[in-house]
Every structure is written in structure tokens, then in C-alpha cells.
């Protein structure tokens, strides 16, 4: 029974120490590639700023259409190191505006971006979509792990809050210079976040 036992004991400190060994190596070595569904998430963006008449392929030169291309190296994406996913999004001026002449500023052709194309994104936590002209709504079933939300320079109107007020995580949100009006009629829906407006801040 002793010896039988020490066996036992041997062989589970044998397993222990290989469980260790293989958590090491991942936390070492990471994930060396992206997730399929996130990688055509992605693409499904570029396409979008394609299809409104600009030059994805300047802007998003490293996003291209290859099974083997990791994601997780693309411009303007960053992935958690150990487990692959996409967890920031860099986005802001997809139109590379001069923001230092008029150009931007007196534009108002407005963007309709449809944003349940980044549902796919599990663990996205911070989104950049600052400086785009966009006009669209937040699916409120995605995003479930969004913690910084920058829609500055967008155009925006209350109508977008009931969706933001959904999102379960969010604890920074960036609205400056939208279209932003009147009281908000639940202005308890914002305590919990860092908020920022272009006139006021609810915190």
C-alpha cells in the first residue's frame, strides 16, 4: 500500500509539474495566430471603408485576404498575447483627413457603418472609431467585454444612448463633438462611467 501509494503521489506531481511546464510555454510563446472569424470580421471592415470610394488598401495595407496572414500583426490591431483574440481596435480618421485644414470639419457626409460586423470580436475591450463621420447604432448583444468606447468627432445623436447603456462593461466613453442635445432623461444610466461630452460631463 506505502509503495503504491508514493507511486500515486509521484505520478500526480509528475502531471502537476507538466500542466506548469505547458502554461509556461504558452505564456512564453502566446498565440502565434488569430481566430478565423475574427480575421474576416476585420476584412468585413476594410471592405466597408473600400466601398465608400477610399483606398482601404493605403490605409489597411497589412489586412489582406490570406488564410495564413496573422491579424494579430495587422496595423491598428492588438490581441491579447496568450489567447489570440482581438482585444483593441484602433479605427479613428479611416478617411485620413488633414485634421489640421477644413477638410474634416466641414464635411458632412456622413458614414453608416454597420458595427454588429465586430460581434465576432469576444474579447474587444477598446474601441477607437474617433474622427470617422459615423451615424450608426451599437447592437447592444455584442460588445459584451467593451470597456473604453471613443466616438469623438462622429455624428452621433441621443438616440445612440439607450444602446450604450446596454453595453455591461463599459466604463469609458469618449462622445465629444457629436450631436449631443437637450437633457438626458436617465441621466443614472452614466453614473458609472468616465463620460465624456462636448459641453458636460454626468460623473
Known sequence: MGASHFQMELANIAKCLLLGVVILWIQIHGNKGCFE??????????????????????????WIHDPTSNCCQWERVLCNSTTGHVTELSLN?????????????????SWYVNLSMFQQLKELKTLNLSYNHFDCSIDDKGFQRLEELDLSWNNFNNSILSSLAALP???TLILTDNYMEGSFPNQGIFDYWNCFLSSFCLK
Open 37 to 62: 472569424e475574427e480575421r474576416l470580421a476585420l476584412l468585413d471592415f476594410k471592405a466597408f471603408v473600400g466601398s465608400n470610394g477610399f483606398n482601404a488598401d493605403h490605409l489597411l495595407s497589412s
Open 93 to 109: 480618421n479611416t478617411r485620413q483627413y488633414d485634421l489640421e485644414s477644413d477638410s474634416f470639419y466641414f464635411d458632412e457626409n
Open 169 to 171: 462593461s463599459l466604463n
